[in-house]
T-cell receptor
Framework: GENVEQHPSTLSVQEGDSAVIKCTYS??????FPWYKQELGKRPQLIID?????GEKKDQRIAVTLNKTAKHFSLHITETQPEDSAVYFC????????????FGSGTKLNVKP | EADIYQTPRYLVIGTGKKITLECSQT?????MYWYQQDPGMELHLIHY???????EKGDLSSESTVSRIRTEHFPLTLESARPSHTSQYLC????????????FGDGTRLSIL
């Protein structure tokens, strides 16, 4: 099966700084990598995703990079704001029809005003 | 509006009771999933379904059972609730197309006394 590791487990940054969360995966058959944000008491929400034919994707202040050779992908948040405080989950999905998600263990991001 | 709905949002109930957590989606998705999550912690897959009359156990052993008689409905049942079942249960769905994100419901927070 697939194994996704996520680091760090907690991250504290000052408002305006950048935050980087890293994930590694084990199965080279994985080819879709979404990131979810879960605010306190809320449902996980998709914030950005990347497919294996792309190395980088940006959406305003967030970006995701993928290194297929090294089997790792990262979430980058620039100009962090207090409302970015949440738990972030990465996931890897294998190239099959089952769409089974393998989630990382989560990163609790705290943005200090 | 197309969404995924879970009821109840909160449930406090005594040991030994039979519980059914409801999950319905109006997104026309084939695949549905149940996750167990302590607040802010890892997402553990406990059941999933690829379509009507198809159900599989997830990676985390669970005493719960599921059924999928209709595409849009994926209820989870605990025959005899115990304090160890206290947790949050999140339902999710995804389309039958490869490499599409999962969409989550708001969850049911279950407390067994």
């Amino acid at each position: 099966g697939e194994n996704v590791e996520q680091h760090p487990s907690t991250l504290s940054v000052q408002e305006g700084d950048s935050a980087v969360i890293k994930c590694t995966y084990s199965d080279s058959a994985s080819n879709y990598f979404p990131w979810y944000k879960q605010e306190l008491g809320k449902r996980p929400q998709l914030i950005i995703d990347i497919r294996s034919n792309v190395g980088e994707k940006k959406d305003q202040r967030i970006a995701v990079t993928l290194n297929k050779t090294a089997k790792h992908f990262s979430l980058h948040i620039t100009e962090t704001q207090p409302e970015d405080s949440a738990v972030y989950f990465c996931a890897a999905i294998k190239r099959d029809n089952f769409n089974k998600f393998y989630f990382g263990s989560g990163t609790k991001l705290n943005v200090k005003p | 509006e197309a969404d995924i709905y879970q009821t109840p949002r909160y449930l406090v109930i005594g040991t030994g009771k039979k519980i059914t957590l409801e999950c319905s989606q109006t997104m026309g998705h084939d695949k549905m999933y149940w996750y167990q999550q302590d607040p802010g912690m890892e997402l553990h897959l406990i059941h999933y379904s690829y379509g009507v009359n198809s159900t599989e156990k997830g990676d985390l052993s669970s005493e719960s059972t599921v059924s999928r008689i209709r595409t849009e409905h994926f209820p989870l049942t605990l025959e005899s609730a115990r304090p160890s079942h206290t947790s949050q249960y999140l339902c999710a769905s995804s389309s039958g197309v490869r490499n599409q994100p999962q969409h989550f419901g708001d969850g049911t927070r279950l407390s067994i006394l």
